[in-house]
DNA sequence: TCAACATATGAACAATTCATCATATATTAA
DNA sequence: TTAATATATGATGAATTGTTCATATGTTGA
């Protein structure tokens, strides 16, 4: 009897690419990081408008946007003294869109 | 002069929406899951099958497959002694798939 | 029944992550 | 120029992560 199935060509992504997306997902896997991108995903806001909404420090805020901008998930743009976080593009919201919709299928909530 | 902007209502995520996200983000945040997620992309496959092609210890596979499953990202079934992987569903291959044309977008590749 | 095979899992350890604290840099207003 | 404000960043330490090793559980074939 033959086995469970034939023998298939494997496709494989560059080391390259999997460690970018291994990247890119690891930027999205902290609920803070979490909480600033759904409030960017609203609006753009300053680095304090962020710290004052979620009532996380200053610093803590600051760091996670430097993050948030190495997987260029945000943007920023200097105004006077402050700066201006936004999300980048549009793969940003869809990425989140997918995200929320998969976890509302495997938790029932509310 | 006027601010900004206008005051704007800020909608929040629950608390427990966000830590389900960043779970299902946390869960695909590493390239060894990322390669074990793409090979089941393409076909299913029994632990050991998937330990030969990547080239990573049985009990390493098997290790980040139980997060995989956790993250509703994988199924299994049982076939006599062996245990079949393949994507939970079509969420996965569309958040995958996102992540892949984001990666493109922001690197060069080439 | 027993040996071989397939998979799962607990312990341990190195590496990474994330918040906090202190402080640096830059801009504005007085 | 100086004080206040906005942001960024390095060091530190606690918590988390991911691999390896050893071993347990479950299944099949002889």
Redesign the pocket.
């Known amino acids: 009897m033959m086995g469970r199935k034939e023998i298939q060509e494997t496709e494989m992504l560059s080391a390259e690419v999997e460690q970018d997306m291994a990247n890119l997902f690891?930027a999205l896997?902290?609920?803070?990081?979490i909480k600033i991108l759904y409030l960017l995903k609203q609006q753009s806001l300053?680095?304090?408008?962020i710290?004052d909404r979620l009532d996380?420090?200053?610093?803590?805020?600051?760091?996670?946007?430097?993050?948030l901008k190495l997987a260029r998930l945000v943007r920023?743009q200097?105004?006077?003294?402050?700066?201006?976080y936004r999300l980048d593009d549009d793969h940003v919201h869809q990425i989140f869109h997918m995200a929320i919709e998969h976890v509302k299928e495997i938790y029932n909530y509310e």
């Open positions: 690891q896997s902290n609920p803070t990081r300053t680095v304090t408008e710290s996380v420090s200053q610093s803590a805020v600051s760091h996670q946007l430097r993050e920023n200097k105004q006077g003294r402050e700066m201006i």
